[in-house]
């Protein structure tokens, strides 16, 4: 008898706990209604694609070894952390490590934005800690954040006047078809951080939200969910499948998937696939899908490739 059927047998008050995951729900979708729902998610997105706070405004992204610290920051093509445009200085500030804290020290002209001590200590990130938000720092239209974990640290550099804002012209996606939205169920996982590939080419860590399975084609279908960090208001899927790299992104899309109701029961929906950040800009460093995220179906719903 196994481990999990010998703990399951011996305390009988878990045994509903312990039963085969629950069954997926079915509900009925009025496709006309549906169609309006989200086509206005279609706009909702490409208006916030090109804004401030999207993709097109991210400009820059370093990746360091922690033994290159310090490390200077800003526009000077000789700095270890090089910022593109002319809305910053040539040195914005120095990366130092201090103990376990990543400092951005800078004699003047920076806005910290975030949690007070972080504010105070002009702190972007700590050691191997990810689940500890660091502060941003603002100068002028230029915001930075970072991480430090597996001996690298990475910097976010946003350009809230990035000339690619004003070049965005749309996304193309395929109809709306109601055959793409699944009814879901989601097991969640506990304090599982994972090193992710990513496009980039190095490792980033990412929180695991849990495992969202849906039934397609009469099997079940289990894929891993990351959470978005603080304040994230969904859980991330990012699959590939057979158009990836024809006609969509060939690294693969995002998913976001609703918050399971008390009953553990979601929607994945495909017709709301999106491209990831890297699709729009060199300076993101897109998580790979894994193995089980993996189609060799063509998933022909949500958006097809951008074309810069």
Same mark, same amino acid.
């Given at each position: 008898?196994?481990?999990?059927?010998?703990?399951? $047998?011996?305390?009988?008050?878990?045994?509903?706990?312990?039963?085969?995951?629950?069954?997926?729900?079915?509900?009925?979708?009025?496709?006309?209604?549906?169609?309006?729902?989200?086509?206005?998610?279609?706009?909702?997105?490409?208006?916030?694609?090109?804004?401030?706070?999207?993709?097109?405004? %991210?400009?820059?992204?370093?990746?360091?070894?922690?033994?290159?610290?310090? +490390?200077?920051?800003?526009?000077?093509?000789?700095?270890?952390?090089?910022?593109?445009?002319?809305?910053?200085?040539?040195?914005?500030?120095?990366?130092?490590?201090?103990? @376990?804290?990543?400092?951005?020290?800078?004699?003047?002209?920076?806005?910290?934005?975030?949690?007070?001590?972080?504010?105070?200590?002009?702190?972007?990130?700590?050691?191997?800690?990810?689940?500890?938000?660091?502060?941003?720092?603002? %100068?002028?239209?230029?915001?930075?954040?970072?991480?430090?974990?597996?001996?690298?640290?990475?910097?976010?550099?946003?350009?809230?006047?990035?000339?690619?804002?004003?070049?965005?012209?749309?996304?193309?996606?395929?109809?709306? @078809?109601? &055959?793409?939205?699944? @009814?879901?169920?989601?097991?969640?996982?506990?304090?599982?951080?994972? %090193?992710? +590939?990513?496009?980039?080419?190095?490792?980033?860590?990412?929180?695991? &939200?849990?495992?969202?399975?849906?039934?397609?084609?009469?099997?079940?279908?289990?894929?891993?969910?990351?959470?978005?960090?603080?304040?994230? $208001?969904?859980?991330?899927?990012?699959?590939?499948? &057979?158009?990836?790299?024809?006609?969509?992104?060939? &690294?693969?899309?995002?998913?976001?998937?609703?918050?399971?109701?008390?009953?553990?029961?979601?929607?994945?929906?495909?017709?709301?696939?999106?491209?990831? @950040?890297?699709?729009?800009?060199?300076?993101?460093?897109?998580?790979?899908?894994?193995?089980?995220?993996?189609?060799?179906?063509?998933?022909?719903?949500?958006?097809?490739?951008?074309?810069?």
């Amino acid at each position: 008898m196994s481990f999990r059927r010998t703990v399951c $047998a011996g305390i009988g008050f878990l045994l509903l706990a312990c039963a085969a995951e629950p069954a997926i729900i079915r509900t009925v979708v009025d496709p006309a209604g549906y169609t309006e729902e989200t086509e206005r998610w279609f706009a909702v997105r490409d208006g916030w694609l090109p804004s401030a706070a999207g993709p097109l405004a %991210q400009t820059a992204l370093c990746h360091l070894a922690e033994d290159q610290l310090p +490390a200077t920051v800003g526009t000077d093509p000789l700095g270890s952390c090089v910022i593109p445009g002319d809305h910053t200085r040539p040195v914005v500030g120095t990366l130092t490590a201090r103990g @376990d804290s990543l400092l951005l020290e800078s004699p003047d002209g920076l806005i910290w934005v975030g949690e007070r001590t972080a504010r105070e200590a002009r702190l972007l990130a700590v050691r191997d800690r990810p689940a500890i938000d660091g502060a941003a720092a603002w %100068q002028g239209p230029v915001r930075l954040t970072g991480r430090w974990a597996a001996g690298a640290v990475t910097i976010w550099v946003t350009d809230t006047l990035a000339a690619a804002r004003a070049s965005f012209h749309g996304v193309d996606r395929w109809p709306v @078809d109601t &055959a793409w939205r699944f @009814d879901a169920t989601f097991t969640p996982a506990i304090d599982d951080w994972r %090193q992710v +590939a990513t496009v980039r080419g190095f490792d980033l860590p990412r929180q695991v &939200a849990g495992t969202v399975t849906i039934m397609m084609e009469g099997r079940r279908v289990p894929l891993t969910a990351l959470t978005k960090g603080r304040g994230g $208001a969904s859980w991330l899927v990012v699959i590939r499948d &057979a158009t990836s790299g024809e006609e969509s992104y060939p &690294a693969g899309r995002f998913v976001d998937v609703e918050f399971a109701d008390t009953l553990g029961h979601t929607v994945v929906d495909f017709n709301r696939a999106r491209n990831p @950040d890297c699709a729009f800009t060199d300076a993101s460093p897109c998580p790979l899908p894994p193995p089980e995220n993996r189609f060799d179906l063509p998933i022909t719903a949500g958006e097809k490739t951008y074309k810069r």
